[in-house]
């Protein structure tokens, strides 16, 4: 079976689980110019980046498998997929607990300002100990706001509780008056959602607005849930006391005005990022397309 990969995985994954079939594999994003690499294969082996789009099936004709690298799978044309017959599997589960120690990373530098405090600490111009000096903000007895109480929610509102804070959630059955009523609550506001055309732009500044003032926002789902230009009005308005962004509106394209702010913590898409996650999201990955070239049930269907 010929199999083609995004880019390079976390090994042994294809050099173990796929050795008996033919891999190529590409430098990352698919341009253009390695779809030529696509006509002869049989599966494809997307990361996030690697966006599976109607002319890129159209470019692989003989695809019946795409095994994504992850959970999300926005950027894969599902309906394209169906359409062709071809099976789509992704790799839940198995990075549950790195994404929501990272979320918690971000929730905590926000908070306690490090950002701020490590860059003060390296310019040399620190004096010493003082009273008002970097003033965060503490989170026990706050209220922790999950939107979107799937396995990572969860993973995020239980560390949540072992910091001594109030969790309350909203997902699917909820409504309008609902959401409302969520985004009054909140002190601390992690996003766990997927992207799909009703979560994409959902905060901007009129749910920012009706946010506590000095809250705290973290992303570490999609970027275009999140409205940057928005955002960016909030933070330098004060309105909001910080933002985490794990994930990016035009990623790997980051708003200027978020990176010329200061209480913003930006990282570059590492909540899987352990070498343990990325390894058995990898290794699941390429057990999807192992099963599917033996005949056997994919273990992770997308609908």
């Not at 689980?17 to 494809?44: D, I, Y």
């Not at 003082?130 to 989170?139: A, R, T």
Request: glycine letters at 10%.
């Amino acid at each position: 079976m010929k199999i083609f990969v995004g880019q390079p995985l976390v090994e042994p994954s294809t050099m173990d689980l796929l050795a008996r079939h033919e891999v190529l594999t590409g430098a990352g994003g698919l341009p253009v110019s390695e779809w030529p690499l696509l006509a002869e294969a049989e599966a494809l082996l997307p990361t996030p980046v690697e966006r599976v789009t109607e002319a890129v099936l159209a470019a692989a004709p003989r695809v019946r498998i795409v095994a994504s690298h992850s959970v999300g799978v926005d950027h894969v044309d599902l309906a394209a997929c169906r359409a062709r017959g071809i099976l789509v599997t992704n790799t839940p589960d198995v990075l549950t607990d790195a994404t929501a120690d990272l979320a918690w990373a971000l929730i905590l530098a926000v908070a306690r300002r490090l950002h701020e405090g490590e860059a003060l600490a390296r310019s040399g111009t620190w004096d010493g100990w003082k009273p008002q000096e970097l003033l965060g903000v503490s989170l026990s007895g706050r209220t922790l706001g999950i939107y979107g109480m799937g396995r990572i929610g969860r993973a995020v509102a239980r560390r949540g509780e072992a910091f001594g804070m109030h969790v309350v959630a909203f997902g699917r059955g909820q409504n309008e008056e609902d959401f409302e009523v969520f985004l009054s609550k909140v002190d601390v506001l992690s996003i766990h959602v997927p992207l799909t055309d009703e979560t994409r732009g959902r905060f901007g500044e009129r749910e920012f607005l009706r946010m506590k003032k000095g809250a705290i926002l973290v992303n570490t789902a999609r970027g275009p849930i999140v409205d940057e230009e928005a955002l960016v009005g909030a933070l330098s308005s004060k309105h909001l006391f910080g933002a985490g962004l794990d994930v990016f509106e035009k990623e790997p394209a980051i708003h200027p005005g978020l990176v010329s702010l200061p209480n913003v913590v930006l990282l570059p898409h590492l909540g899987s990022a352990t070498r343990e996650t990325r390894l058995a999201m990898a290794r699941l990955a390429c057990g999807e397309i192992a099963r599917f070239a033996r005949g056997e049930p994919p273990l992770h269907p997308v609908p």
